[in-house]
Structure formats: C-alpha cells, structure tokens
C-alpha cells in the first residue's frame, strides 16, 4: 500500500479524492480548508512495494512455523517432565468485570478459595451461574483452559484443583510454574505463588524453593486469570531440589482416596 502524507491539522480528513483522465495525478481535498495534486505512483514504484509487501510476509510466515516448532518442542519437553501434574479439578468460566486482572486477583470468586475441596460433579454456584468441578486430563502438563472451554467472550477466571497424596512428609521440594497468565496458587490454604502482571512467553518455568509437602494429603489450588486476547494456560509440578520425582507422590481427584 502506498501512502500520500501532506494534509496536516486537527481537521485533516480527506473529503473527496479523484484522479486524472490520463491516471497521473491525483487530487485530495481535506477538512483542512486545502486541496493537492499528487503525482500517481509509477508501475516501478508499486512493483517495488509488492516486492516489499511480498518479502515482509515470508518473513512473518517464517516466525509463524519457528513459533510452532518452539511450542511443539516445549510441549514435548513438558510431557517428559517429572512431577507436572497432568489431572485436575476445573471450575470455569467465571467472567468478571473489575477494572483489572490485578484487583480480580486480590478478590475470591468462591467462597474461601484457598481452602476449597471439591469433588469431581460438585455443583456451585456463582452468581447468576451455576458451574460444575469437571475431570481434565492433559498429556503434556500444559493446562490449557481455552482450548477445554474455548476461548472466553468476557475476561474470565478458571479455578484448577488436585490433591497431592505424600507417603512421609516431604521438605525442600521445588514447585515450577510455567504461564504468562495472573495466577495464584494455594498449597494447603496458604499462598505459596503469585504472578501479579500479564508478560511475554517466558521458556523458563518460574520456580519456588523449599516447598513442603504434609504426610498423607494436601491441597493444591490453581487459579488463572485470561483478559480478553491474551493465552488462558499453565503447568505446575512438585520435585525433589535436584529436579527429581518426589519419592511416594502420588496425584488423585479424591479428597477421600485412600494412601
């Protein structure tokens, strides 16, 4: 495309453009109170800009398939990472209206969120609606709520739920945290991660140290944050310090299962 710049001013919209019968001007009148002559582009000129166009969309065609090689590597990675949890309990979507991600952050959509332990077909109700903890299996790890629930018409917030069973109680474990998403994650009613602010993809996981886990059950609660346009995803998983699995873990959906 071709752009002619020279009208200027608050009042600079173009009213009425026409060209001469020869092809070889062009005449622009504007708001502004003026009217020019432009000089038509030659044959030249456009060929060199499709050739411009042309070369700039080969190369936005290269990122695109580097960008899906990356995710394809990343996702086969992620599958063969030890401790990431691939069940979970979901509730979602539950769109919300604040100012920001940030302040819905803050703020708890169920009721004692932190605490919460539900059961997969456990109804709740969330204001006008009603929702239902639903089982997700994922192969890779990667929680990805809009390719489960499709992508949301409002910003919304997903709760993710597992129970983590423990033969004896485990200390100076890592919890990894991949996303890009707000997030706040609960480990047996207490905070223990908490991404404030959307960024860019990240490869790294974000990792917190010196995690414990109690003999016999807890409670992990994962919830994420998508505003409008922005990925809806995330992976967490549970080592050993030296990366690990953790001895005698075991992931369930039942808060009643047996060891």
């Not at 001013?9 to 109170?33: C, H, L, Y």
């Not at 401790?83 to 004692?112: H, M, N, R, T, Y």
């Not at 995330?234 to 690990?244: I, L, P, R, Y």
Request: proline share 5%; charged share 25%.
């Amino acid at each position: 495309m071709l752009t002619l710049k020279g009208h200027t001013g608050a009042f600079a919209a173009i009213g009425a453009v026409a060209f001469s019968p020869d092809g070889q001007r062009i005449v622009t009148g504007s708001w502004d109170q003026t009217a020019k002559v432009w000089e038509a582009a030659t044959a030249e000129q456009v060929a060199v800009r499709l050739r411009e166009e042309e070369a700039a969309n080969e190369r936005l065609a290269v990122l695109e398939r580097e960008e899906a090689a990356a995710a394809e590597t990343d996702r086969a990675l992620r599958a063969q990472d030890p401790g990431a949890i691939k069940q979970w309990l979901v509730l979602a979507p539950i769109p919300f209206e604040a100012p920001s991600g940030p302040v819905v952050l803050e703020q708890a959509q169920i009721p004692d969120e932190a605490r919460i332990r539900p059961r997969v077909g456990e109804r709740v109700k969330v204001g006008e609606n009603e929702l239902v903890w639903t089982e997700v299996q994922v192969a890779d790890s990667l929680l990805d709520f809009k390719r489960l629930l499709g992508a949301p018409g409002r910003s919304s917030v997903a709760y993710a739920v597992c129970y983590l069973r423990a033969e004896a109680r485990q200390t100076g474990l890592l919890l990894k945290v991949t996303g890009i998403d707000l997030v706040r994650m609960y480990l047996n009613g207490k905070e223990i991660y908490r991404l404030a602010a959307i960024r860019h993809r990240v490869q790294d996981p974000d990792v917190v140290a010196g995690v414990e886990l109690d003999a016999g059950l807890n409670v992990v609660v994962f919830k994420v944050l998508v505003e409008i346009g922005w990925t809806w995803e995330g992976s967490a998983w549970f080592t050993a310090a030296d990366g690990q699995p953790v001895p005698g873990l075991r992931v369930t959906l039942d808060p009643d299962a047996k060891p």
